[in-house]
């Protein structure tokens, strides 16, 4: 009669030793997944070059902070909670994980380090990790299934929805959960379990007279979860759950720098560009490893999408679907079994021109990916391929065509550039000259030269450095478009025309300091541009004048206004530029200001960055009308912003939502000049 429970190593199973099926399948199932991790690796193997090795220090910090402490994850709170729990589960089980697949050939192992006090505390942790994990499964499935959020739904264009793999992952967790707390339970020693845990109720239910059942259990549910364990580890590479496996190394190889554009080819010079075949992405591999690899990682969690501004307003554009449309297209073109099919292009096979057009660049698809995936860049190559065969949107085309022939988008004369300056009174605006070199140069930008709207945040702005006795001027005619959305839109090289001809100007200048009031050329020129001086936006600027005294403002008058501020994109989640102007805003007396529910970095685009301005997207609402809306919802009456296109976009948005009279939008350079004592 047995006395004992045995290790499953020294027992039968199905008919042959434990140990034969302790190796056997360990053995057939790693081989497999390497032999599918190395399929998978095919693609990345074909694909363009992009070099992460840079700033290891950085991404050391990256990692810890974005895949161990699952920074973004508690955004959405509910998932990210059962998240949280599941990756933290992971984490402390994968020792036991690795003791149970060796203990399946070497009965007697113990993880190195856990043979003492430290093992027992690690057996409490464990055991009670496995039923949080459980817990956590079962609530999963049942939002998955029950309270389905409206992210997780798959439009038809777009094919079936992915709930069932969803939860049959979640099934095979929930069963290593049970087989490991089933094996725990039925080890047959008289120590008493954590209480309240999985094994704690599965060694309650089980009897202890019978040794033969315990035994039978034992060795059961051992194979069982050595069984689980591997083709899970399998089939992880087949779908969304590749995650589990790549978001480390996602995220150790995430995007650094915020606001930047990759160049056109990396090892590329710009002098060799010519000897390019083509510029973009024509054909999948174009796509460098890292947007591959963003491919594989993707959660499919529609956090992206949720808060994308072009999807919102019903744009053919949905980042969740951009990147798994791409997934899929790799697992078919490059399949685990079979040959790799040809290469074809892949605009009109995986991506739609209006999809690629309809971006914004507004990064808040980035900015809430909790595996750091990117977007920007592969829109701005996928605009660069169509750029290059000439499919691009007729609005947009005469826009560059301006641009080429006239520095700016509008067509209008360069002479023209400084007509706002000649309205107003008692205040001269200075170009730069041989004989006039200022301390401070004011770059304007396009849009608010020539729109006459816009022109009002220039007037503020000369006006406010001429009162706080700033030795300021501008390049006038000298003055080029910025290019920031140019590069943006595709056209490399018309870019980087527009940045000599600005640079030389700026440089010739002998300005010591940038100043400029819209936050495209304000990132523009920080993060495109080179060896020009350094570059603020105008609410930094006044932010130090203010705190110098040299410019003192007067209390709000009416006590009925209350004020909010919208934070543009790229002052905001580019530039990380949240709080000097709430500051400056704040400086002001009497002034009572709410923020929208979505602010800050999460803050709405008002859709019309740069050229947008001149692209005819397909939508059911405008952006602008949008963000009005959700100004006035907060019991707002003036929304303050700090970018000419947010002031235009939200002031038509005004207008087509019914708020007019009940809201206003104004720049904050008009607040100021409005307010200066």
């Known amino acids: 009669m047995m006395k004992e429970v045995l290790s499953p190593a020294y027992t039968t199973f199905l008919g042959l030793p434990g140990s034969f099926w302790g190796v056997l399948i360990p053995l057939v199932g790693i081989a497999c997944f390497l032999y599918i991790v190395a399929r998978r690796l095919i693609p990345l193997a074909k694909a363009a070059p992009d070099p992460r090795f840079d700033r290891i220090n950085l991404r050391i910090k990256n990692l810890f902070r974005y895949w161990l402490f699952q920074y973004k994850q508690p955004r959405y709170i509910v998932a990210g909670v059962i998240h949280i729990v599941i990756f933290a589960g992971f984490l402390v089980l994968s020792i036991r994980s690795i003791s149970l697949v060796i203990e399946g050939f070497y009965p007697d192992f113990v993880f190195p380090g856990l043979g003492g006090f430290l093992g027992k505390v690690y057996s409490v942790l464990k055991t009670y990790f496995a039923t949080f994990v459980f817990i956590a499964c079962i609530v999963a499935v049942i939002r998955r299934v029950v309270f ?7 439009p038809p264009k777009y094919g079936k929805e992915h709930t069932f793999e969803a939860i049959f992952v979640l099934a095979l967790i929930g069963s290593l959960m049970v087989f490991e707390s089933l094996f725990e339970a039925s080890s047959g020693t008289k120590e008493a379990l954590p209480p309240l845990t999985l094994a704690w109720f599965f060694k309650l239910i089980l009897p202890t007279s019978s040794i033969s059942f315990l ?5 059961t549910s051992y194979f069982i979860h050595d069984f689980i ?38 090892g590329i010079s710009e002098e060799e560009l ?5 510029f973009g992405i024509k054909y999948f591999e174009d796509f460098t490893w890292k947007h591959m690899l963003d491919f594989y990682t993707c959660v499919d969690c529609g956090r992206c999408s949720d808060n994308c501004p072009a999807n919102f307003v019903g744009r053919p ?53 909790p595996v750091c995936n990117e977007y920007i860049n592969k ?18 085309q005469k826009a560059l065509n301006a641009l080429e022939k006239r520095g700016n988008p509008y067509g209008k004369m360069e002479s023209k550039r400084l007509e706002w300056a000649k309205s107003l009174e008692g205040i ?122 040299k410019i003192k403002l007067k209390p709000i008058e009416q006590d009925d206004l209350v004020f909010t501020y919208h934070d543009p994109c790229y002052l905001g989640r580019h530039n990380l530029l949240y709080d ?98």
């Open 148 to 154: 389905k959020p409206e992210r997780y739904k798959v």
């Open 229 to 266: 364990f591997f083709f899970f580890l399998c089939f992880l590479p087949f779908g969304k759950h590749f995650h589990v496996l790549t978001s480390i190394f996602n995220v150790f190889f995430m995007k650094l720098d915020r606001g930047v554009v990759k160049p056109v080819r990396y």
């Open 428 to 549: 001269e605006v200075k170009e730069v000259s041989k004989k006039f070199k200022p301390e401070v140069l004011y770059f304007v930008d396009s849009a608010t030269s020539y729109d006459e709207r816009l022109q009002e945040i220039a007037k503020a702005t000369a006006t406010i450095l001429t009162k706080a006795g700033v030795n300021f001027g501008v390049l006038g005619k000298k003055e080029k478009d910025s290019g920031h959305e140019v590069r943006r839109f595709g056209e490399e090289f018309l870019f980087m025309t527009l940045r000599d001809m600005n640079t030389e100007a700026i440089l010739e200048s002998g300005a010591s300091l940038i100043v400029t009031s819209d936050p495209h050329a304000y990132n523009c020129l920080k993060k495109d541009y080179s060896d020009i001086p350094p570059v603020e936006h105008i609410t930094e600027f006044i932010l130090r004048l203010i705190n110098e005294g």
């Open 215 to 219: 035994q039978s259990v034992h060795t």
């Open 580 to 677: 000097v102007p709430r500051m400056v805003l704040d400086s002001i007396p009497n002034l009572k200001r709410v923020e929208m529910k979505r602010c800050r970095d999460r803050s709405f685009c008002c859709g019309g960055g740069g050229l947008m301005l001149f692209y005819e997207a397909e939508e059911e609402k405008r952006m602008g009308q949008v963000r009005a809306e959700m100004a006035y919802e907060a019991g707002a009456n003036v929304i303050i912003t700090a970018c000419p296109f947010c002031l235009v976009n939200i002031e038509d948005g005004i207008k087509t939502s019914g708020l007019e009279g009940k809201v206003r939008v104004m720049d904050i350079t008009e607040l100021i000049l409005q307010q200066l004592s």
């Open 274 to 278: 010519d000897n390019l075949e083509y």
């Open 317 to 369: 554009l949905s980042p969740r679907f951009l990147t798994i449309k791409s997934r899929e297209y790799m697992f078919d073109r490059f399949p685990v079994l079979g040959l790799i099919k040809p290469k074809e292009p892949v605009v009109g096979k995986i991506f739609e021109e209006d999809e690629i057009w309809s971006c914004t660049t507004c990064g808040a698809c980035e900015e809430e990916c």
């Open 379 to 396: 829109i701005v190559d996928l605009r660069r391929g169509l750029v290059d065969e000439g499919n691009v949107p007729q609005t947009i």
